[in-house]
Every structure is written in structure tokens, then in C-alpha cells.
Nanobody
């Protein structure tokens, strides 16, 4: 089992930045691929970014940056130049293979809200 807890969300003006963190506990986090997804009301969960176990490879949709620190069991999402359309509940996930499909991830956090005002 892996427990994931996101933090770092909040309210920011358009053009601003936020860095989301996802702290993992339980089984060795470095054994898992990690990813970020986001979701707004009435829409499907949307892929944002994913990173390999060692952090050497990433798959990113858009302008955000994903990174991880396995010594701290933490994965990050750096979000710059935020737009109102980036407003969503952001989820951290962990699984065995990098994929853009939510079904490919086994463990999920509870989410952290990001709101971008215009």
C-alpha cells in the first residue's frame, strides 16, 4: 500500500505560480511511476504529467514541470503562467507504468484544489 497526500494548492491570480507536492508513505515510493491528474466538476479526470521511477523521464501535457525526490518520497508539480482554465482539483497518483489513462494508476491521493482568478 502507498498513501499519497497532496499539498500546495490555493488561490492564485492568472500569470502566477504554484508548486504542488505529493508526499508518499508506505511501500517504497521509488518503485512506482508517479503522475498528476486534474479534474473539474462534470468532466473526466485529465492527465497532466507523469515521471519515471528514477525521475529520468517525463511525459507532460502543457507547460507544467514534474519532478520527484525519492529521498523525500515526494513528487512535485511546478505550475507557472497559470490561467483560469487551469482551475481544478489536482490529484497525485502512483502506478507501475507511465500512461495518460487514470485506470493505469493504482494509488491516488485526495486531491488539492487550485483556483486561478482572472
Amino acid at each position: 500500500q502507498v498513501q499519497l497526500v497532496e499539498s500546495g494548492g490555493g488561490l492564485v491570480q492568472a500569470g502566477g505560480s504554484l508548486r504542488l507536492s505529493c508526499a508518499a508513505s508506505g511501500r517504497t515510493f521509488s518503485s512506482y511511476v508517479a503522475a498528476w491528474f486534474r479534474q473539474t466538476a462534470g468532466k473526466e479526470r485529465e492527465f497532466v504529467a507523469a515521471i519515471t521511477r528514477d525521475g529520468g523521464g517525463t511525459n507532460v501535457k502543457g507547460q507544467f514541470t514534474i519532478s520527484r525526490d525519492n529521498a523525500k518520497n515526494t513528487v512535485y508539480l511546478q505550475m507557472n503562467s497559470l490561467k483560469p482554465e487551469d482551475t481544478a482539483l489536482y490529484y497525485c497518483a502512483a502506478g507501475g507504468t507511465i500512461t495518460t489513462r487514470p485506470s493505469g494508476y493504482v494509488y491516488w491521493g485526495q486531491g488539492t484544489q487550485v483556483t486561478v482568478s482572472s
